[in-house]
């Protein structure tokens, strides 16, 4: 029989041992994080299979339970495609043969895409023809911009600002943006622009993928004010996961190797959920992460960072 003392001890030794085997059972709260991943080849070219069990995710040393790993397209929701020009662009030397091909890439996109043609003014956008899968109608509402004609703006990226938070409601699918733009930034023309900053911090919040066609038209040319501004461009469209279609001075006479590319991109993208630990902040906050894979030869591009709801107190 154990004495009082015995029995008080070995309570003692096995209550806190309880206790911790308790918490241990129990797992901190996940919720699953949708994103959008595009996998291609060497050069654009096509990607071998990717199966949901080559994929890993991490945010920072933690590495993230995935959920899911489906195609983005046909049953499992096909993109909505935005075609935004800056109207202050000047297209004055190429600028009919970049319409004529992007109107044939328009009405070659699959019937389920919905496409939406938006051009930048005065922070803004204005609508061309909204989203839709009347791939003709939204071909027609293509036109030259204004160019020099048109009032200055002070800057493109707060245009994709306003078509992301104000001209777009989600409908739970992948959300794409073609981007014709020279990249500067009227507001702060340095290297290190806040307003870039805020648009990628925006469109990363909203989950949505950003390409890009450098044009001006040959104003900026072989000059700091042209590296900067494609910096912009290259720093926006990585950040978001998508690509910067073209990256040079001299503006070639056809963009339409550039638009296949982008096909190319459309056709092999993914869409990927993973379980991850939510944030005490009520706002939520952006975390970065990191998607890899075994399969060798093939190039992974996401955004760089995801939102992450709040708990609620």
């Known amino acids: 029989m154990l ?31 949708t994103t959008i991943v595009t996998v291609l080849g060497p050069k654009f070219t096509d990607p071998p299979p990717i199966a949901k069990e080559d994929v890993t995710v991490f945010s920072g040393k933690t590495k993230l339970d995935v959920v899911d790993w489906v195609p983005a397209q046909g049953e499992n929701g096909a993109p909505q ?4 020009v800056d109207n202050s662009a000047n297209l004055f030397r190429t600028g009919v043969e970049l319409l004529n091909e992007l109107a044939g890439f328009v009405t070659s996109q699959s019937k389920g895409t919905q496409v939406g043609v938006f051009y930048a003014f005065g922070g803004t956008v204005q609508v061309a023809s909204p989203f839709s899968t009347n791939h003709e109608a939204a071909a027609m509402a293509l036109r030259m911009p204004d160019g020099s004609r048109a009032a200055n703006s002070p800057t493109v990226f707060n245009s994709l600002t306003d078509l992301v938070n104000h001209h777009w409601e989600s409908a739970g699918t992948g959300r794409e943006v073609l981007l014709i733009s020279s990249g500067a930034d009227g507001m702060n023309r340095g290297p290190s622009s806040p307003y870039v900053q805020g648009t990628i911090e925006d469109i990363q919040r909203a989950g ?6 450098y044009f001006n038209g040959g104003v900026f040319d072989q000059s700091m004010s042209g590296e900067i501004a494609q910096g912009n461009l290259r720093e926006l469209t990585q950040e978001s996961g998508g690509y910067n279609l073209f990256d040079g001075v001299s503006m070639p006479m056809s963009y339409s190797s550039y638009l296949r590319q982008l096909q190319t ?4 993208q993914y869409r990927l959920t993973f379980d991850i630990a939510p944030i005490g902040k009520a706002k939520g906050e952006l975390r970065e ?20 709801p709040g708990t609620a107190k």
Request: no cysteine; aromatic share 8%.
């Open 208 to 213: 949505v993928v950003v390409y890009a066609i």
């Open 3 to 33: 004495k009082p003392t015995q029995l008080i001890l070995g309570l003692a030794i096995f209550v806190p041992t309880l206790f911790q085997t308790s918490a241990q059972g129990q797992a901190a709260p996940q919720i699953p994080i």
């Open 265 to 268: 991109a459309l056709r092999h």
């Open 289 to 308: 992460i990191k998607i890899r894979t075994e399969q060798h030869h093939v190039d992974l591009k996401y955004p760089k960072q995801v939102f992450v």
């Open 81 to 84: 495609l935005a075609i935004l």
